[in-house]
């Protein structure tokens, strides 16, 4: 089993800067990606930024420029530094994990950006 542990979501307004945390413990073997999705209230969950252990990113169109997505793999974490928050961007955020073909979720970090 797999366990994700995020932390670093707050209260920050218009403008600021926040970083997500994302700690990997458990059954760690070979990571294909870690990344983060967000959730809205009323929308569906959807990916803001994902690293694969190829090195390649992936970024949401809204994110581009303002977030980045980084990897400490000998401690099997990740992190999502966003820059030019935006109220828009207020969300849970959720850290997620695949390895060998089985998708792992974290229990999700508040953000709030006020405008």
């Known amino acids: 089993q797999v366990q994700l542990v995020e932390s670093g979501g707050g209260l920050v307004q218009a403008g600021g800067s926040l970083r997500l945390s994302c700690v990997a413990s458990?059954?760690?073997?070979?990571?294909?990606?870690m990344g983060w999705y967000r959730q809205a209230p009323g929308k569906q969950r959807e990916l803001v930024a994902v690293?694969?252990?190829?090195?390649?990113?992936t970024y949401a169109d809204s994110v581009k420029g303002r977030f980045t997505i980084s990897r400490y793999n000998a401690k099997n974490t990740v992190y999502l530094q966003m820059n030019t928050l935006k109220p828009e961007d207020t969300a849970v955020y959720y850290c997620?994990?695949?390895?060998?073909?089985?998708?792992?979720w974290g229990q999700g970090t508040q953000v709030t950006v006020s405008s």
């Open positions: 997620h994990l695949q390895q060998w073909g089985y998708n792992y």
């Open positions: 458990g059954s760690i073997f070979n990571i294909n990606a």
């Open positions: 690293l694969t252990s190829g090195g390649e990113t």
